[in-house]
Structures are given as C-alpha cells and as structure tokens.
C-alpha cells in the first residue's frame, strides 16, 4: 500500500470563479391566476392505483388515506376561498 499523497500549499486550485447573480434584474410578468375549481372526488388518485400494499389491515389503513386526502382538499378549498380564487359553480 502507497502512502497517501501530501498536499502542496503552494499550489493553488485552478478554476473561473463564478460569475455574480444580478437579483435586482427585471422578472418576467407573472400570468393571470385561473380559477380553482372544486373536485368533486379527491381520493380518485389513489383508489386507481390501488389497496396500500400492507399485510393484515390494509383497509384501515386505505381509509385513513382517503380521510387525509378528503381533510386536504377541503383545507385547499378554504385557502382558494380565502384567497378568493375559488372559481364559481355552474348553475345551469
């Protein structure tokens, strides 16, 4: 087994430094916001994937998903709301 090399101080790593970020540059204009639009069944995910696959209880586990999934689109709506972004029902 060879030793391991010393390292020379006199002898400087060669490179280009990075160039400098202008963050004050001009952004584009961001585009206009589309309204949200409720779903009308949020565990559609991931009941077409499939059962989780767990031994034993997966069902329980399968449901717990689907509550979360429900309590998460609720929540997004409540903020779309708020926001007023929430897009209008279609009454026909």
Same mark, same amino acid.
């Given at each position: *087994?060879? #030793?391991?090399? =010393?390292?020379?101080? &006199?002898?400087? !790593?060669?490179? #280009? =430094?990075? =160039? ?17 639009? !409720? ?6 995910? *991931? !009941?077409?994937?499939?059962? %989780? %696959?767990?031994?034993?209880? &997966? ?14 689109? !609720? ?18």
């Amino acid at each position: *087994m060879g #030793q391991p090399r =010393k390292r020379n101080p &006199s002898r400087k !790593r060669g490179g #280009q =430094k990075p =160039k400098p970020v202008d963050l004050w540059r001009p952004v584009p204009p961001v585009p206009e916001i589309e309204p949200i639009v !409720r779903t009308t069944d949020p565990t559609a995910l *991931m !009941r077409s994937i499939g059962s %989780p %696959p767990l031994r034993g209880r &997966s069902d329980m586990a399968e449901a717990h998903m689907w509550a979360v999934a429900e309590k998460a689109s !609720r929540l997004a709506e409540a903020l779309a709301a708020a926001a007023g972004l929430l897009a209008e029902p279609d009454i026909d």
